[in-house]
């Protein structure tokens, strides 16, 4: 096989949103330290919406990337707690794919924890080749060619 087409896993995207900060906001950071052993980096809003009370600058989620080695490790524990089935509408254009865990309970070798409680989260996940760099460059940025893509059936 041509070393240009093997599919690697960039990174994994752990997103948990809360709808507003305070309380559970901090479980929700609890529960990805305890997932991912890192530190989760809360996310912010950027625009007004009076009808949800959200403003500009209010934390309202959090999220946690792991690449590398410890990515690959983490998704195939994410993988068992979805019994390893995906739909194909869980999959973009691109070749990238993301799912939701209803109960972080599911993934194995993680404990109840009473300070958290019982939360789901979503994972979304990058798949890349050895060549996109070049969309993320600075000098001589290009756009990946068609047939270099990820598809829905790779």
Not at 33 to 49: A, E, G, H, Q
Not at 84 to 112: A, C, H, M, R, T
Request: hydrophobic letters at 35%.
């Amino acid at each position: 096989m041509n070393k240009m087409r093997e599919i690697r896993v960039e990174k994994v995207t752990l997103n948990l949103g809360t709808g507003g900060p305070g309380e559970i906001l901090d479980k929700s950071m609890k529960l990805l330290n305890k997932l991912t052993n890192s530190k989760p980096v809360p996310t912010t809003t950027k625009r007004r919406i009076p009808a949800w009370n959200i403003r500009p600058g209010l934390q309202i989620g959090c999220k946690a990337t792991i690449r590398g080695k410890k990515a690959e490790d983490l998704l195939k524990r994410l993988l068992q707690a979805r019994e390893s089935k995906l739909n194909l509408s869980n999959f973009d254009d691109q070749g990238n794919f993301s799912f939701g865990v209803k109960e972080y309970l599911d993934v194995p070798g993680i404990e109840y924890d009473p300070s958290i409680g019982i939360i789901g989260f979503e994972a979304a996940v990058s798949l890349a080749r050895p060549g996109f760099r070049i969309k993320h460059r600075r000098i001589l940025k290009r756009a990946i060619k068609k047939n270099h893509k990820i598809t829905k059936e790779e």
